[in-house]
């Protein structure tokens, strides 16, 4: 009777929202905000189709550079009738990322998204919007301040969700492309190079909706001028991108000047974390050796690990685990916000949350 009655209360509030949020939201946006629903029992994990045209094209040509333009850019442009203001929460990023093949050759990437250790939501976003592929990512919504509560309990929360596809960290889309980011120290490059224009945290939703390959992907990376999410900072990013066919890459811009490191013609896999795979860069804090070298140990033993011990091997490197960097762990109060399998054969992901390992959901690909 209980569940009842807090089902019932979910269903009035929701219903009271979507009344409320009607009167300047487009249909289609309505329609987004109706298919949100919660995914794991704790309440972190959340799942949108996204029926509306997010207007990433428009959005580009805006050229926000900063996380606070590209929420602006986001709501002028979506959501030019809204009053609300998002706050990012703190962040302090780790990350690891592998390439795998599996014994059906089945080509994975796996992405543990650490992040700071407090109440943050994530949300599988699915997509196919006009002229782009379809995609599922997932995306860290602690980048608008969004807590695990905050999508049912609140009008900001449920218009939140219109923002999702801009926050997407990883993913993989209809062509079997897939990209992982992870923050690596130093070199924000704040040198033009006189190509276009993009912020940094757009290159994961930017690359989903166009890339079929990683050669394609390696082509349109050539032709951008990224500006990093953090320079204040002094911190950049750089992807591990993969696909179908079973290639990969890391993405790195040193001095703004594009590099790509491909994997080992012979290898089946390949393997990053928060450190500069670019030779001769010198950057302070950087971290992860460890935790690749423990990766590279397993592969060493299984060369061809199923979707399930990839799990297990990236749940071994959590920042719970890594004594490489115990101390820089308590002190930014790292957790693994999400591990995700993405297997490019099958378009799908496996993810858990919150280092809950027990519980794994699995995700398809938008059909269209």
Not at 182 to 187: C, K, R, S, T
Not at 206 to 226: C, I
Not at 290 to 304: C, D, G, I, N, S
Request: hydrophobic share 40%.
């Amino acid at each position: 009777m209980r569940k009842l009655q807090v089902l019932l209360g979910t269903l009035s509030f929701l219903l009271c929202t979507a009344c409320a949020l009607a009167g300047y939201h487009t249909a289609d946006q309505q329609a987004t905000i109706g298919t949100l629903r919660r995914v794991d029992k704790q309440g972190y994990l959340y799942e949108i189709q996204y029926k509306a045209d997010y207007k990433l094209d428009k959005v580009m040509e805006a050229e926000p550079l900063t996380a606070a333009a590209l929420q602006s850019t986001i709501q002028k442009i979506l959501l030019p009738q809204s009053n609300f203001r998002y706050t990012p929460m703190p962040c302090s990023f780790g990350c690891t990322a592998m390439t795998a093949v599996t014994p059906e050759n089945y080509p994975l990437l796996g992405h543990n998204f650490d992040m700071s250790k407090d109440e943050r939501a994530c949300m599988v976003v699915h997509t196919a919007a006009p002229g782009k592929y379809a995609s599922v990512g997932i995306a860290d919504m602690g980048w608008i301040g969004m807590t695990k509560d905050a999508f049912i309990t609140s009008l900001e929360g449920q218009e939140a969700v219109l923002y999702s596809p801009y926050f997407v960290m990883s993913g993989v889309n209809e062509k079997g492309f897939s990209i992982a980011t992870l923050m690596v120290p130093g070199y924000s490059n704040p040198v033009d190079n006189g190509m276009q224009k993009i912020f940094s945290g757009l290159i994961p939703r930017y690359m989903l909706d166009n890339a079929r390959s990683v050669q394609d992907a390696l082509e349109k990376f050539e032709k951008l001028d990224v500006k990093m999410a953090f320079a204040d900072k002094n911190v950049s990013f750089h992807w591990l991108i993969n696909d179908a066919y079973g290639d990969s890459a890391v993405v790195e811009y040193v001095n703004n000047q594009f590099m790509a490191m491909p994997k080992a013609f012979t290898a089946k896999h390949q393997t990053t974390a928060n450190y500069w795979v670019t030779p001769a860069v010198e950057a302070p804090g950087e971290n992860g050796f460890a935790r690749v070298k423990t990766l590279e140990k397993y592969f060493k033993k299984t060369k061809y690990p199923t979707e399930q011990q990839c799990l297990d091997w990236l749940q071994s490197v959590n920042p719970e685990k890594d004594k490489e960097n115990a101390k820089m762990v308590v002190a930014k109060n790292l957790s693994t916000l999400w591990t995700a399998i993405y297997n490019l054969e099958l378009r799908t992901m496996m993810v858990c949350v919150k280092e809950d390992y027990l519980n794994r959901y699995g995700l398809f690909i938008r059909q269209r």
